[in-house]
């Protein structure tokens, strides 16, 4: 593909309109809006955090957020690629923000909290977060493990990334990203 060619494939790639069919539940809308712009989200969202497994983690966080904000996308205010990029970068920021907010300690006692978390971890199966309520998602809920019910609230509620859960349940990471995938799919299911 020459320069010419993909100067004229991006001027004619109506963001706007795929972010309308994201709203309109269109999976493939997303899939197109990712195809086209996940790789160059990725390279802001590195040169942001400096690091690019988190940037990955973010990239798929801000994919959720289109996915589920598309409705909320407005073209009197801008264009649907600035939308996206805006609610990439905003992410990366409050990753940013966050990890300068934590306290350090030194390498002694972050071994010995973190081997002490692994255990409780390690041995704990029940659910961490007062969530019991009478709805039809509090229902499908109940039917997940509550290890993996928690990788969720964990992911979704106090905002963790992958990684984050996996060191905090003491858990490979593909495991707790084979868990989210696989209860958010159990989730979609029980509701529809």
Not at 88 to 116: G, P, Q, S
Request: proline fraction near 1%; include cysteine; glycine fraction near 6%.
């Amino acid at each position: 593909m020459t320069d010419d060619t993909a100067a004229l494939n991006q001027s004619t790639f109506d963001h706007g309109v795929l972010l309308e069919a994201c709203a309109n539940g269109d999976r493939q809308a997303l899939q197109r809006l990712y195809a086209q712009e996940g790789s160059r989200m990725l390279g802001v969202v590195i040169r942001i955090v400096g690091d690019r497994g988190i940037a990955e983690d973010i990239i798929h966080d801000a994919f959720v957020r289109i996915w589920n904000k598309a409705h909320t996308f407005d073209a009197q205010r801008g264009s649907g690629k600035t939308w996206i990029f805006s609610v990439t970068r905003h992410l990366a920021l409050n990753h940013v923000r966050t990890r300068h907010r934590e306290v350090t300690v030194d390498d002694d006692t972050a071994e010995r909290l973190d081997a002490e978390r692994s255990q409780e971890a390690a041995t704990d199966t029940q659910d961490h977060f007062d969530w019991l309520g009478q709805g039809e998602l509090d229902r499908c809920l109940g039917q997940l493990s509550p290890e993996r019910r928690n990788c969720l609230f964990h992911a979704y509620v106090d905002g963790f990334s992958h990684q984050e859960i996996a060191t905090r349940l003491d858990r490979p990471l593909g495991t707790v990203k084979a868990w989210i995938k696989r209860s958010l799919a159990a989730l979609r299911e029980c509701l529809s």
